[in-house]
């Protein structure tokens, strides 16, 4: 296991953190791929990044994950969020950037084939990653199998209430999903994952320093060579502070 732990002032920092880890990265890889996730904690990323866009090569991505059922056009699709979080604010080429699509109607099917088009890329570079306050890692919730690949998946009540905050009601909210598995996860070269709140502190705890186990899916991380985690708000409350480095000077956006 590789994994560096970082722990920021201020979401701000966290960001401009984020975004040095996942420029190097990729400036070492040709025609490189980047793995994207959507919530709430990878934005401070995208902010950066959208500040620094001209320090992007040319990009192929992937998504992590989408709600089974939701047409591409509804506003919380994740096609949706990717466009208006990810694909417009980095001036990417919407026809280089795919997400898994929930309103196959063969929705396996669909899921074998985002598998399929990840190993025909070549894989994934670097995977930015968030976390649940449950563990779960993309859409694979406490007792996925840590060798597990893209497919369909149900939501778990917890998952599905924090997501409530974005539907008109929890009603509202999908039963279910199509996500990147564990083991796809696993794969990518380089993994960056940032949570903030002490409301993800227990997780981030159980993640990176308990057991590897189906119950927590996050600590599946300790299975990779190359793990950035960049932590603000209180999320290494949990952590002995022996176990991380302080980010005392970051770069601003755009230089």
């Known amino acids: 296991m590789s994994v560096q732990i970082l722990v920021a002032s201020s979401v701000q920092d966290q960001g401009v953190a984020a975004a040095d880890a ?33 320090e992007l090569p040319r990009l192929r991505c992937f998504a992590l994950d989408e709600y089974l059922g939701l047409p591409a056009d509804h506003p919380q699709s994740y096609h949706a969020v990717v466009r208006r979080e990810v694909i417009e604010p980095l001036g990417l080429d919407p026809a280089d950037v795919k997400v898994p699509d929930g309103a196959a109607p063969a929705p396996e099917r669909a899921a074998a084939a985002y598998e399929a088009a990840i190993r025909a890329a070549g894989g994934i570079d670097v995977q930015i990653l968030g976390i649940g306050n449950n563990g779960h890692l993309a859409f694979n919730e406490p007792g996925s199998a840590l060798d597990s690949r893209t497919r369909v998946v149900e939501l778990t009540p917890s998952t599905r209430e924090a997501n409530a905050r974005f539907f008109a009601s929890p009603e509202d909210v999908p039963t279910h999903a199509l996500t990147q598995g564990l083991g796809t996860i696993r794969e990518a070269r380089s993994l960056v994952l940032l949570a903030s709140g002490p409301a993800k502190a227990e997780a981030i705890a159980a993640a990176l320093t308990g057991p590897v186990t189906p119950d927590i899916p996050a600590s599946v991380l300790q299975l990779h060579p190359d793990v950035t985690v960049l932590l603000a708000g209180g999320a290494e409350t949990r952590l002995d502070p022996g176990s991380y480095s302080l980010v005392r000077e970051t770069r601003t956006a755009g230089r």
């Not at 990265?25 to 793995?35: N, S």
């Open 22 to 54: 996942v420029l190097d990265r990729l400036a070492v890889r040709p025609d490189p791929v980047l793995g994207i996730a959507t919530g709430s904690s990878p934005l401070p990323l995208y902010a950066q990044l959208a500040g620094r866009a001209g």
